[in-house]
């Protein structure tokens, strides 16, 4: 709804089918591609309650863009 979500390494390389060690890669060129102009994905690093780092994504809705 929010176009945010926060999925581990691990979750993102399983969704892909890829390996864990790879994710980096894939997730840093979707954070550089630009549509427009403007960022598709942007990422903040964050502490949850528990005081873990979590990256938070977001989808920029200028791109138009829908997961699901």
């Keep these: 709804e929010k176009g945010e979500c ?3 390494q691990s979750t993102i390389a399983k ?3 890829i ?3 790879n994710t ?3 997730i840093k060129r979707l954070l550089a591609y630009r549509w427009r102009g403007h960022p598709i ?3 903040d690093r ?3 309650p528990s005081g873990s780092l979590r990256t938070i ?3 920029n809705p200028e ?3 829908i997961v699901g």
């Design 19 to 21: 390996a864990r060690q």
């Design 24 to 26: 980096n890669v894939r």
């Design 63 to 65: 791109s138009g863009l």
């Design 41 to 43: 994905v942007t990422a």
């Design 46 to 48: 964050i502490r949850d």
């Design 57 to 59: 994504y977001r989808i």
């Design 6 to 8: 926060w999925p581990s």
């Design 15 to 17: 969704t892909l089918g």
